[in-house]
């Protein structure tokens, strides 16, 4: 039996999906933890390439059941979009697609909500708009929430919905005389359909998890966001609402975190972040920069909102905090072709700050704002790397490269992609 995490070890988009779709040959569940249509994920099926955000990219594969954790934070409309998008490339989403009835339903008053504190410059931290931090603050803050297994009961529903909008309508008023109001009769019919869409695949999914342990089965457990949005142990408060964690996966499904023995940290061979907050070695070296060459070679643009990426060089300390908190047992390089002929690299190995050099990763976003990186230089390399199927078909400088991010961290480096396609992988010796 084998419980395998993939986690982003970054600010998110390091290319995640590519190393779950390989994965799922070889596991019988894809589950997925944590956040909701915040994410993206590009899964590409024979010819076909899906943009998925809350759908896990298992779910391509009717043969593995694809499962959604009580962790994650469900938009029925966009869930559907998704399911609609997949049917009509002929893939059929029916028994293996299995839905948390712990779920809890981001409204549409969640957006609006978002709008009011994302509109002000002094309270923006530039999130997707998606309405995922209003929806977990009702999560916690439990008085305004609705689960998945609520929109089976009309007329429960209807009552609960009757009880929050008479606050969420103030509230909104209260910030905006020409706020959107909703209507509680309406509102509950819309949902209560998007219920009777959603019953079949709805379940107490902790309970079907710890069946398949029970039955041996090879659980594979995709991480959404990277580790430093997690909003305990990231850039707060410029972070997610949820633990990206590892740490999400025993609170987003219920399985305990002795079962997991396989930790697969993922990071770009470079940094990226999409919204506002610290990124100490981003390259903001105008449009003729390096910065820009990477957004353009790399396709550095949000999945979701389409936002260009803040780009820079790569950052160990940020790396190492996150391989830490996460447990990681091996480390994959994603990208690296996109640093071909760039020449000499630099790695940020620790930071000063306030005059001192220090290798932790700050707690304070004020302070990891003013942490000027310490770089260390790599000779790079010239030649494309697109083709490289082996390491020894990796330039040297390439190699070095690769070797040099794993011994920093102290992790075996046992994937290295080379561009998007599932062939455009190296599987290095270490198996
Ligand atoms: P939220 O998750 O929409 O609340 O956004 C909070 C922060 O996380 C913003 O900086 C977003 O840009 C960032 N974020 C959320 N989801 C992703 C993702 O999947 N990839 C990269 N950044 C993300």
Same mark, same amino acid.
């Given at each position: 039996?084998?419980?395998?995490?993939?986690?982003?070890?970054?600010?998110? /988009?390091?290319?995640?999906?590519?190393?779950?779709?390989?994965?799922?040959?070889? $596991?019988?569940?894809?589950?997925?933890? @944590?956040?909701g249509p915040?994410?993206?994920?590009?899964?590409?099926?024979? @010819? &076909?390439?899906?943009?998925?955000?809350?759908? !896990?990219?298992?779910?391509?594969?009717?043969?593995?059941?694809?499962?959604?954790?009580?962790?994650?934070v469900i938009f029925p409309a966009r869930?559907?979009?998704?399911?609609?998008?997949?049917?009509?490339?002929?893939?059929?989403?029916?028994?293996?697609?299995?839905?948390?009835?712990?779920a809890h339903v981001i409204f549409p008053y969640h957006l609006e909500q978002e709008k009011i504190t994302e509109s002000n410059?002094?309270t923006?931290?530039?999130t997707?708009g998606r309405g995922i931090g209003p929806c977990y603050q009702d999560k916690v803050g439990r008085v305004h929430a609705i689960r998945t297994?609520e929109l089976?009961?009309p007329?429960h529903l209807e009552e609960r919905l009757r009880q929050i909008l008479d606050f969420k309508n103030r509230l909104l008023r209260g910030f905006n005389p020409n706020a959107v109001q909703f209507d509680a009769r309406e509102l509950a019919k819309e949902y209560a +359909?998007h219920g009777? *869409?959603?019953?079949? $695949?709805?379940?107490?999914?902790?309970?079907?998890?710890?069946?398949?342990?029970?039955?041996?089965?090879?659980?594979?457990? =995709?991480?959404?966001?990277?580790?430093?949005?997690?909003?305990?142990?990231?850039?707060?408060? *410029?972070?997610?609402s949820? @633990?990206?964690?590892?740490?999400?996966?025993?609170?987003?499904?219920?399985?305990? !975190?002795? $079962?997991?023995?396989?930790?697969?940290?993922?990071?770009?061979?470079?940094?990226?972040?999409?919204?506002?907050?610290?990124?100490?070695?981003?390259?903001?070296?105008? #449009?003729?920069?390096? %910065?820009?060459?990477?957004?353009?070679?790399?396709? =550095?643009? %949000?999945?979701?909102? %389409?936002?260009?990426?803040?780009?820079?060089?790569?950052?160990?300390?940020?790396?190492?905090?996150?391989?830490?908190? @996460?447990?990681? /047992?091996?480390?994959?390089?994603?990208?690296?072709?996109?640093?071909?002929?760039?020449?000499?690299?630099?790695?940020?190995?620790?930071?000063?700050? /306030?005059?001192?050099?220090? &290798?932790? *990763? #700050?707690?304070?976003?004020?302070?990891?704002?003013?942490?000027?990186?310490?770089?260390?230089?790599? +000779?790079?390399?010239? +030649? !494309?790397? =697109?083709?490289?199927?082996?390491?020894?078909?990796?330039?040297?400088?390439?190699?070095?490269?690769?070797?040099?991010?794993? +011994?920093?961290?102290?992790?075996?480096?046992?994937?290295?992609?080379?561009?998007?396609?599932?062939?455009?992988?190296?599987?290095?010796?270490? %198996?």
């Amino acid at each position: 039996m084998a419980c395998t995490c993939v986690v982003g070890l970054q600010w998110g /988009d390091e290319a995640k999906g590519k190393v779950v779709d390989i994965l799922t040959d070889t $596991h019988d569940l894809v589950v997925r933890y @944590n956040g909701g249509p915040n994410a993206g994920h590009t899964v590409v099926a024979g @010819n &076909k390439t899906f943009k998925l955000s809350i759908l !896990p990219t298992g779910v391509i594969k009717p043969k593995v059941k694809s499962v959604i954790g009580n962790g994650v934070v469900i938009f029925p409309a966009r869930l559907r979009e998704e399911i609609a998008q997949l049917q009509k490339n002929g893939i059929e989403t029916g028994d293996n697609l299995v839905i948390s009835d712990r779920a809890h339903v981001i409204f549409p008053y969640h957006l609006e909500q978002e709008k009011i504190t994302e509109s002000n410059e002094g309270t923006g931290i530039g999130t997707t708009g998606r309405g995922i931090g209003p929806c977990y603050q009702d999560k916690v803050g439990r008085v305004h929430a609705i689960r998945t297994g609520e929109l089976v009961r009309p007329i429960h529903l209807e009552e609960r919905l009757r009880q929050i909008l008479d606050f969420k309508n103030r509230l909104l008023r209260g910030f905006n005389p020409n706020a959107v109001q909703f209507d509680a009769r309406e509102l509950a019919k819309e949902y209560a +359909e998007h219920g009777e *869409f959603l019953k079949p $695949h709805l379940a107490d999914t902790t309970r079907l998890l710890h069946e398949a342990l029970a039955a041996g089965k090879n659980i594979l457990f =995709e991480g959404a966001q990277g580790s430093l949005l997690d909003v305990d142990h990231g850039s707060y408060p *410029f972070v997610t609402s949820s @633990n990206s964690t590892t740490a999400g996966i025993a609170s987003g499904t219920g399985i305990p !975190p002795r $079962h997991i023995n396989r930790v697969i940290g993922i990071l770009k061979a470079y940094t990226t972040r999409v919204g506002k907050g610290p990124f100490p070695t981003e390259l903001n070296d105008g #449009p003729e920069g390096l %910065g820009e060459r990477i957004r353009k070679v790399g396709r =550095e643009y %949000g999945t979701v909102t %389409g936002r260009p990426r803040r780009c820079g060089w790569f950052d160990a300390v940020a790396a190492a905090h996150s391989a830490q908190i @996460n447990g990681v /047992d091996e480390i994959t390089i994603m990208l690296l072709d996109v640093l071909s002929g760039l020449g000499k690299l630099k790695i940020a190995t620790a930071y000063e700050l /306030d005059g001192e050099r220090i &290798k932790h *990763f #700050p707690t304070d976003a004020g302070e990891l704002q003013r942490c000027q990186p310490v770089y260390e230089t790599v +000779e790079g390399w010239s +030649e !494309p790397i =697109e083709d490289a199927r082996k390491l020894a078909d990796l330039p040297l400088g390439a190699r070095k490269y690769a070797d040099r991010i794993g +011994e920093i961290l102290q992790l075996p480096v046992k994937l290295i992609s080379v561009g998007p396609d599932r062939v455009q992988t190296i599987f290095t010796v270490q %198996g």
